[in-house]
């Protein structure tokens, strides 16, 4: 039977060398915390058998999703010395200042948001990230190219979002070219729509992956205007996002950032993993806060993910998810 560690390092392994595409004379630098070292550790001796020696920062976790790194952190990540960054961390960087002007600066990213050590070698790793980047750079390119979108769910979601002129996101897992960035192990698309333009009813009855909330058990109802989250509805988990928000204390928190469509064919379900939830295929997500590295204009100290099931997503009247069911 194969250990633990071993199936880890495959993982590691395909991370290196398939998504980043790491070179031998590369600079690597890897931001983490005391809860991902191990995940760290794991992509750091991948890291040294493709043949560079990585720098390994450890910093306290974060307390929101979307915050700045540690700013020696940041001034390494800045520096014009790195090639490659991985972030296995327990709260997501990647929509922080220092991500958004190292990715400018040509380093590639590649996130690791509340990487469990499982998903080295359980769910979303598995996929041929290769055979899919296609359908995910097609589906950035319909985001990019749709003046209109509307999202809809069984479970009471109708939304209306205005694209116009906002470029389409895809982020299949691969980073192989400077100033790429994709998050692990999520194969997605998205927009920023256009800030102050989303109206309707967003129904959360897939997951919530910030705040430690996950899979929800009583779905949440938001409604929205002029791309504004005004009131939060449902249970307890729908209490516990109303207080997070109102202690964070920012409206930029209530913004509609973001609409992505999750392709990752072996992520089949909600299960409390961060990433997955990002790529359970066929779903979609709309996250709110922070936009600036998507394309947008808004900027918070905070940004978080709500996930939806069964999802239909047309662009311009022309359905591209049906019922879940990707068409594209």
Known sequence: MIGKEALMMAGAHKIVRVCAGLKPDERVLIVTDPERYRVASALAAAVRDV????????????????????????????S?????????????????RAVHEALDEGVRVLSLPKFEEEQLYRGGIHADF???????????????????????????????????????????CI???????????????????????????LIVDGSISNFDIGPISQPIEMKVERGRVVSIRGGSQGHRLR?????????????????????????TGFNGWFS????????????????????????????????????????DGEDVVRDGKVLI
Do not use: W
């Not at 209306?160 to 470029?167: C, I, K, N, T, Y």
């Not at 590295?293 to 900027?299: K, T």
């Open 51 to 78: 043949g560079p020696e990585p720098l390994v920062v450890v910093q306290k976790p974060n307390e929101y999703d979307g915050q700045e790194p540690h700013p020696l952190a940041r001034d390494l990540m800045l």
């Open 80 to 96: 014009g010395k790195i090639d490659v960054m991985f972030m296995p961390v327990t709260r997501s960087i990647s929509h922080s």
């Open 130 to 172: 290769d055979a899919q980047k296609p359908q995910c750079d097609e589906m950035a390119r319909r985001f990019g190219a749709a003046r209109t979108a509307r999202l809809t769910t069984p479970a009471g979601t109708d939304l209306s979002f205005d694209l116009a002129g906002r470029p389409g996101n895809s982020h299949p």
């Open 175 to 201: 980073a192989r070219e400077p100033g790429k960035f994709t998050a692990l192990i999520n194969i997605e698309a998205n927009v920023a729509p256009i800030e102050g333009t989303t109206e309707g009813t």
């Open 243 to 267: 207080t997070i928000l109102e202690k964070i204390g920012d409206e930029g928190a209530y913004d509609i950032a973001q609409l992505a469509v999750g392709l990752n064919p072996e992520c």
């Open 276 to 315: 997955n939830e990002h790529g359970v295929y066929g779903s979609c997500h709309i996250g709110i806060g922070t936009s600036e590295n998507l394309g947008g204009s808004s900027r918070a100290p905070v940004h978080y993910d709500v996930m939806m099931s069964s999802p239909t997503l047309t662009f």
